[in-house]
């Protein structure tokens, strides 16, 4: 039996994969190709694929961000084709900034192998990603996760820059020490992941904001 939490719930199911719409699970798989074909029978943007990690079901990287709703193709591969061998990482940043052009109150900081659009508002959060070696580090703030699939890295980025996206972040005595991400579905919030500092001063006041973007359009 696998146990985790999934926002407020608490979610026991028979296998590591599970299928959910909203609060409700849909079903329990053992390899993501059974899971991706279930997927495919379901409504696409209201079905969702969760891994179990540290007690915890959250979003497969894949699954990270729903697909734009006109196509089911990523993004990246609408904004520049696909992906030319040995240079995916330039392709993903080139790729990014072609998408941020078409906003033109948008301001970003890009180089070959980074990209950064600072916060745009007192309410907002900044968005990150650095590539190496076909493997890319997106970042809200201090919040990172690691990508191998330039097309989820660029979904993901996107989608933090909409509002469908907010940084709940815990301070303690003025130092931010924990950052989740969180997704809406059906008119909720839900923590899809999760990083914080291992050493803060605990023993101060703990205080919570919460972070939001509204640059893009991601429905």
Request: charged residues 20%.
């Amino acid at each position: 039996m696998f146990t985790g939490n999934f926002g407020q719930q608490v979610i026991r199911a028979t296998h590591p994969l599970i299928v959910v719409a909203g609060e409700h699970v849909l079903g329990s798989f053992s390899t993501l190709e059974a899971a991706e074909e279930f997927i495919a029978r379901q409504d696409p943007y209201s079905a969702s694929l969760l891994r179990l990690k540290d007690q915890e079901w959250v979003l497969a990287e894949h699954q990270l961000v729903e697909r734009f709703r006109y196509g089911t193709k990523s993004g990246l591969n609408r904004a520049a084709g696909p992906l030319a061998p040995g240079f995916r990482g330039a392709t993903l940043i080139s790729s990014i900034e072609a998408a941020l052009q078409k906003h033109s109150h948008i301001t970003y900081l890009a180089g070959l192998y980074q990209l950064e659009v600072p916060a745009q508002t007192q309410k907002g959060f900044r968005v990150w990603i650095r590539q190496r070696a076909g493997r890319y580090t997106l970042g809200f703030e201090k919040w990172h996760q690691e990508f191998t699939n330039a097309a989820s890295a660029f979904d993901f980025f996107m989608f933090g820059l909409s509002r469908l996206c907010r940084l709940h972040v815990f301070s303690c005595g003025g130092v931010d020490y924990k950052w989740q991400v969180q997704r809406q579905f059906d008119g909720r919030w839900y923590t899809v992941s999760e990083s914080g500092l291992a050493v803060y001063p605990f023993w101060w006041k703990r205080t919570e904001k919460l972070l939001q973007n509204d640059i893009t359009n991601v429905v």
